[in-house]
């Protein structure tokens, strides 16, 4: 009973580089969501999904690219990483709009950026 | 945006306390959800709240959907050590998919 996994846990990039956070569910749901958690600010979205071939962005999507081509998989990339996108990244999915269906989350990728 | 006040920030609290913490909007929310975080971990849902006046139990735990739409409680009772950790309100307005979180309430417990 995976849920909601995200890969790597740990990753540390310096200033410039990209790399790309894997987030794969299996419980066949339609939308889903990465999130940044920074100290004292909560839990902001940077990007979602209602659906396979379909992103929107969220409240901080600058700096971030995402794609969803397969329904289990969302991934979020980073196109030069930058010290404040130092964060630790949940993702998280729900198998239908919110209404009745809160948000299953993974335990997050730790990033830091050098 | 949406903004959404959590209070307090943290507690200290003996074994077998009860507990309260509250959340306020900015705006109407028409759901309200509540989450509990670990260390390391990512937020485990606790409590969903879908309508106005709600009160909703899960064990030891009670949350609260105000009748303002604007606010919400979780009220934890005869804390133990597995309390321990950081629980986050969320909140959702009618026609939008994306959940706003509170900045968090950090429970610890005092032997």
């Given at each position: ?39 004292g ?8 999904s ?23 998989n ?41 | ?21 509250n ?11 509540w989450?509990k ?24 735990l009670?949350a ?48």
């Amino acid at each position: 009973n995976a849920g909601v996994t995200q890969t790597p846990k740990f990753r540390v990039l310096k200033t410039g580089q990209s790399m790309t956070l894997l987030c794969a569910q299996d419980m066949n749901h339609e939308y889903m969501y990465w999130y940044r958690q920074d100290p004292g600010m909560g839990l902001r979205l940077i990007h979602y999904s209602v659906g396979e071939g379909t992103t929107a962005k969220g409240e901080v999507p600058d700096g971030y690219n995402v794609s969803r081509l397969k329904k289990q998989n969302f991934l979020l990339g980073l196109e030069s990483a930058a010290p404040s996108q130092t964060s630790v990244y949940f993702c998280a999915s729900s198998p239908y709009r919110l209404d009745n269906q809160p948000q299953h989350f993974g335990d997050g990728t730790r990033l830091s950026i050098l | 945006g949406q903004q959404l006040n959590q209070s307090p920030q943290s507690m200290f609290i003996q074994e077998g306390e009860d507990v309260s913490m509250n959340c306020t909007s900015s705006s109407i929310f028409n759901t309200w959800l509540w989450y509990k975080q670990d260390p390391g971990e990512g937020p485990v849902l606790l409590i969903a709240l879908y309508k106005a006046g709600e009160l909703t139990s899960n064990g030891r735990l009670t949350a609260q959907f105000g009748i303002t739409r604007k606010d919400s409680f979780l009220n934890i009772s005869a804390s133990i050590p597995s309390d321990v950790g950081i629980y986050f309100c969320a909140g959702r307005d009618f026609g939008n998919e994306k959940l706003t979180f509170g900045t968090g309430t950090r429970l610890t417990i005092i032997p």
